[in-house]
Nanobody, 124 residues
Framework: QVQLIESGGGLVQAGGSLRLSCAAS????????MGWFRQAPGKEREFVSGVSWSGSYTYYTDSVKGRFTISRDNAKNMVYLQMNSLKPEDTAVYYC?????????????????WGQGTQVTVSS
């Protein structure tokens, strides 16, 4: 069982930066692929970024490539999402998720555990 707690959200002006953190409990954290999703009001939850269990492979949705960076520290049971050059359209609740047997990065149904989410608001 893995429990996930996100932090680091907040209000930032367009062009600014935020770093989201996801703290995971459980000894098997390093065996999970990890992902970040987001959900804006009135929209479906969408995949943002993912990182393999080792940290060697990372994936991004096109809209955040070059602006966001995902990383993980298995020794600390942490996953991070560095978000730069933020835009108003990045405004959403951001969720951390863990997948034991990942078949598709972008499919939310592939992920077994979810955090409660952290709000990111980007003002124009």
């Amino acid at each position: 069982q893995v429990q996930l707690i996100e932090s680091g959200g907040g209000l930032v002006q367009a062009g600014g930066s935020l770093r989201l953190s996801c703290a995971a409990s459980g000894r098997t954290f390093s065996s999970y692929a990890m992902g970040w999703f987001r959900q804006a009001p009135g929209k479906e939850r969408e995949f943002v970024s993912g990182v393999s269990w080792s940290g060697s492979y990372t994936y991004y949705t096109d809209s955040v490539k070059g602006r966001f960076t995902i990383s993980r520290d298995n020794a600390k049971n942490m996953v991070y999402l560095q978000m730069n050059s933020l835009k108003p359209e990045d405004t959403a609740v951001y969720y951390c998720a863990a997948a034991a047997n990942l078949r598709s990065w972008s499919a939310a149904s592939n992920y077994d555990h979810w955090g409660q989410g952290t709000q990111v608001t980007v003002s124009s």
